[in-house]
């Protein structure tokens, strides 16, 4: 992962996170097999595309040292959400309590398809809870959802 992270440029932004491994039943037998899950994302295809190079190169490296058999199989994911500047500076001067993040968020989302075929712009409304997304005690204040609803009516000149 080191040498993943020398080669690319530093601004831009991908994320390489490994959640789940499995491997054997118990600790004093080397496995058979073993299975490594994780995420890849980035917000260039480019980048995308060699950070996967880059792993299959590794991986080549291993198997070449260690003898093993190592399978790859990964499936594109989302592409990055990328929002059209036009319409992002309708949303802030609808919302001048917008706050503007400093750096991207690594998050995936299915509005990033959208976004493909016509011009978009994602914002976090908030849950009003400050209970995390994907946390087991994850609730929201559905006033929230209105707040949303107003600014989208606003931005299409609709009223209410």
Same mark, same amino acid.
């Given at each position: 992962l080191y040498a993943m992270e020398k080669k690319i440029a530093p601004n831009q932004y991908r994320i390489l996170k490994f959640g789940n491994f499995h491997?054997?039943?118990?600790?004093?037998?080397?496995?058979?097999?073993?299975?490594?899950?994780?995420?890849?994302?980035?917000? =260039?295809?480019?980048?995308?595309?060699?950070?996967?190079? =880059?792993?299959?190169?590794?991986?080549?490296?291993l198997e070449q040292e260690t003898g093993c058999q190592i399978l790859f199989d990964y499936t594109e994911g989302y592409p990055a959400v990328i929002n059209d500047a036009g319409l992002f500076g309708k949303v802030q001067a609808l919302l001048p309590q917008l706050q503007v993040l400093d750096k991207p968020e690594m998050i995936a989302e299915d509005?990033?398809?959208? =976004?493909?075929?016509?011009?978009g712009v994602f914002f976090f409304l908030g849950t009003g809870t400050g209970i995390a997304l994907h946390n087991c005690h994850f609730n929201f204040d559905e006033q929230v959802l209105q707040e949303g609803i107003k600014t989208d009516l606003a931005l299409m000149n609709i009223d209410l």
């Open positions: 491997a054997g039943t118990v600790r004093n037998i080397l496995p058979e097999t073993a299975v490594l899950e994780g995420s890849y994302r980035s917000f =260039q295809d480019a980048t995308f595309d060699w950070m996967i190079d =880059q792993t299959k190169e590794i991986m080549h490296q509005f990033a398809f959208y =976004q493909r075929k016509i011009p």
